[in-house]
């Protein structure tokens, strides 16, 4: 029997119907829509104060930075500043101010004031430690702790601070080109009600976020169509001993 060599033809199967027939190539003749860079919103918080160390109430009382926050501040200076902002907009107490001085060299902007970036005015409460505020209203205080400040009496509400917060951003992305980025320097609590406002997401939901840390910040950029997100929160920048 004869045998077959290793290097036979295999049988072929059958012919596939497509094979030899011409292909049409379709080109896409629509116009490409360019994709601008995104224009973002950089919002700092200041630098410690003592208050921020004793844990006492600020709200819109006045204190100054203490050691620790220049330090924090002159720390945070170069780190915002490799973000490019054209412009820099901050709350006019004294602790975003002093902040923004530090930016301001780093960056060579000159800060522009806005009693609208203030941090939430908490009425009576203003200037309570934690422990004087939990001794006098222990229910209400609890409800402070986990980011509900509505019902402190004298203070204002989510939604003043969110209205007039997110007016400010509204004005500073309306000056940015195309890859522009507007840095604001103000405070915690009223950086996280703008900020979701801005996002367009319940009030609610700032509580969901952890507090921001002193000289921390929050990127949100611009995307396709208009729209805005959250690239980053909490970011920081080591102080250098």
């Not at 600020?58 to 204190?63: K, N, R």
Request: one cysteine or more; charged letters at 25%; aromatic letters at 6%.
């Amino acid at each position: 029997m004869a045998r077959l060599s290793d290097h036979s033809a295999p049988r072929r199967g059958p012919r596939p119907p497509w094979l030899g027939r011409r292909v049409a190539v379709v080109r896409d003749e629509r116009p490409r829509i360019e994709t601008l860079p995104a224009r973002r919103l950089v919002l700092l918080r200041h630098g410690r104060t003592e208050w921020n160390a004793r844990k006492r109430v600020q709200g819109q009382l006045d204190p100054d930075l203490d050691e620790t926050g220049h330090a924090q501040a002159q720390a945070v200076g170069p780190a915002v500043a490799a973000l490019a902002p054209v412009t820099l907009l901050c709350s006019d107490l004294a602790r975003a101010r002093q902040t923004a001085d530090h930016v301001a060299r780093a960056t060579g902007l000159t800060p522009s004031y806005d009693e609208r970036l203030r941090e939430y005015h908490l009425g009576e409460r203003q200037g309570l430690t934690h422990d004087e505020y939990a001794v006098l209203e222990p229910e209400e205080f609890t409800r402070f702790r986990a980011g509900d400040w509505d019902d402190v009496p004298g203070a204002e509400t989510r939604a003043q601070v969110a209205d007039r917060f997110s007016a400010v951003l509204k004005e500073a992305a309306a000056t940015l080109g195309a890859g522009e980025t507007a840095l604001v320097v103000a405070h915690g609590a009223a950086i996280r009600t703008g900020m979701v406002h801005w996002l367009g997401w319940p009030l609610e939901q700032a509580a969901d976020f952890r507090a921001l840390g002193n000289c921390c910040w929050v990127e949100l950029d611009e995307r396709p169509g208009g729209r805005w997100a959250l690239a980053a929160y909490n970011r920081t920048a080591p102080v250098v001993e």
